[in-house]
């Protein structure tokens, strides 16, 4: 995949979790780089730890669905911590 299809990947992905997991405190830059930050991170954990196989394909339903939920697991690492962090 080119780096512009990883941007507007991280992008839609980024936007799609804050919007499922929070509040929107994150604007579009901080949508997209925990985006393209959580594409990778899902991508490794659908290859590490569910022995599957993602194409790196812009239009591949794993590649979406990895993406997002890579996104998702940031964000729930990220609350985790500003929680501990406030106590």
């Known amino acids: 995949m080119s780096w512009m299809a990883w941007i507007v990947l991280g992008l839609v992905s980024g936007t799609l ?3 499922a997991m929070s509040r929107g405190e994150r604007g579009l830059i901080g949508s ?9 991170i899902g991508t ?3 290859s590490h730890w ?5 194409k790196v394909s ?3 339903v794993t ?3 990895s993406a997002i939920g890579g996104a998702m697991v ?3 690492g990220y609350k985790v911590l500003r929680f501990l962090a406030r106590r």
Request: glycine share 10%.
């Open 17 to 19: 979790a804050r919007m």
């Open 74 to 76: 940031l964000l729930f």
């Open 63 to 65: 590649t979406w669905v």
């Open 44 to 46: 490794w954990i659908v």
């Open 32 to 40: 997209t780089l925990i985006g393209i930050t959580g594409s990778y």
């Open 50 to 54: 569910m022995h599957g196989t993602v």
């Open 58 to 60: 812009f239009l591949d």
